[in-house]
């Protein structure tokens, strides 16, 4: 069974937000998130990862802006 995380969403529409994500083979979760709109994919929103010092967590997906 593959392990999971959970990372919180910065910024744009889902600001707030977290998404529970697997981990690869080492350790590290994708390095981009897509988060659906109300109408799927033709709102989707992009999310990268990114490192997340400053929090206590190692990780935060931040917003880069609309996928269409």
Do not use: C, F, K
Not at 6 to 33: F, K, M
Not at 35 to 62: N, R
């Amino acid at each position: 069974m593959a392990s999971t995380v959970q990372i919180p969403l910065v910024g744009g529409t889902a600001d707030g937000e977290t998404v529970t994500v697997e981990l690869d083979s080492n350790g590290r979760p994708p390095l981009t998130h897509h988060h659906l709109g109300p109408a799927g994919l033709a709102e989707a929103q992009i999310y990268e990862l990114e490192s997340d010092d400053q929090h206590g967590s190692p990780w935060v997906y931040a917003w880069r802006g609309p996928a269409v």
